[in-house]
């Protein structure tokens, strides 16, 4: 089958985190396989497709729009510089394009509602599967009702299916729409969290716990992955792990940096802070941390949360979008409130519990 991938997230390199789950997922149906062009940010679109290194059934088509789409992603990166929104019609029209030159395809497939299902691939005259995340949806839900309704509406009418890679996700759609149409969208859609690639990071986890010089000064090793916005609530990570006497490494960067770094100081905390690294770097950290903490307030499925897992590595996280329901059915994943002294004895428990 011949298969057309539509994402605004795509790595660009093995170093880059953007969309790897995008990639994951279309490696896989290659591997099945399949015939698969993956329509994505960069580049020009007027650049040749490339085919992907490990699977030569997999070819990228580039389509320009790089200076929106990207890592952090499209809200975070408008939100730091406006004037990027002027790059999405281009995107949107150059995507267009990609997809019509690709011909005939068996199956679409769109990550993110919009806009890689609206407007992009609406009129496509092929099996559409839109894939809902994160951000995607609570732009949605944040939209005018009607513009809201009428873009559900559309891609229902199209008889398109929808997966959701969080069950809050599709709560929080569908409350944001009439019942009827909620209703619809319900039938029309399946819960399943997007699909993990991980490298083999033990050597250099090893390797990155040794290299802490000097040594953390506590036995314990707390390490806090993400951007470093307000939502993330590294502030109240850096606090927790201090208050239960353990050292925090912080993988990420954002506009918080300095004030969490004064943060740290100020609470004369064991705490270091390494920026944004390469995805297998920070799995390495995570991979070398006794806990990783996730104090997040606003997520669907948290990648990071099932990246630690996957690893071996126990998780305190807030309650945000699925993590509460993973909860339930995996003993490494503790979820506590928002506080200090709760997140504290949290990590305290699941470090001993990993010794």
């Known amino acids: 089958m011949k298969h057309l991938v539509v994402t605004t997230s795509y790595p660009a390199s093995d170093a880059d985190p953007s969309g790897h789950f995008v990639r994951a997922e279309a490696r896989a149906l290659a591997r099945q396989g399949h015939e698969v062009h993956v329509v994505a940010p960069g580049g020009s679109p007027f650049d040749e497709p490339t085919r992907d290194p490990t699977t030569p059934s997999l070819h990228v ?34 995507a267009r394009a990609r997809a019509s030159a690709i011909g005939p395809v068996d199956r679409a497939i769109a990550h993110w509602i919009v806009p890689s299902a609206v407007p ?6 092929a099996p559409i599967e839109v ?16 513009a809201r309704i009428l873009i559900l509406r559309s891609l229902l009418d199209r008889d ?9 996700s599709l709560d929080a759609l569908s409350r944001a729409l ?21 490298p083999d990071v033990t050597t250099r986890a090893c390797m990155l716990r040794a290299s802490l010089v000097p040594p953390p000064s506590a036995d ?23 208050s239960a006497s353990m050292s925090i490494v912080v993988v990420g960067d954002g506009p918080l940096r300095g004030e969490l770094e004064a943060l740290a100081r100020a609470h004369h905390a064991d705490a270091r802070f390494v920026g944004l690294v390469p995805r297998d770097e920070a799995l390495a950290w995570i991979a070398a941390a006794d806990v990783l903490l996730h104090a997040s307030a606003a997520e669907a499925a ?12 126990p998780v305190v996280a807030c309650a945000a979008g699925d993590v509460a329901v993973w909860a339930r059915h995996d003993p490494g994943l503790v979820v506590a409130v928002p506080d200090v002294r709760a997140l504290s004895a949290a990590l305290r428990a699941a470090a001993t519990a990993r010794s």
Request: glycine share 8%.
């Open 61 to 94: 088509h580039p389509a320009g729009g790089g200076a929106l789409f990207g890592w952090p992603g499209a809200l975070d990166r408008a939100r730091r510089e406006p004037t990027r929104l002027l790059h999405a019609l281009p995107f949107a029209i150059a």
């Open 120 to 125: 992009i691939l609406l009129g496509l005259p």
């Open 131 to 146: 894939v809902g995340h994160g951000a995607d949806v609570r732009l949605l839900c944040a939209m005018p009702a009607a």
């Open 160 to 168: 398109a299916s929808f997966r959701f890679a969080a069950a809050s």
């Open 178 to 198: 009439p019942t009827p149409l909620a209703a619809r969208l319900e039938r029309a859609s399946r819960v399943e969290p997007v699909l993990l690639d991980l």
């Open 220 to 242: 314990k090793l707390v390490v806090a992955a993400g951007r470093l916005v307000p939502s993330k609530r590294v502030d109240l990570a850096i606090e927790a792990a201090t």
């Open 302 to 313: 948290p990648t990071v949360v099932r990246e630690a897992r996957a690893l071996g590595v």
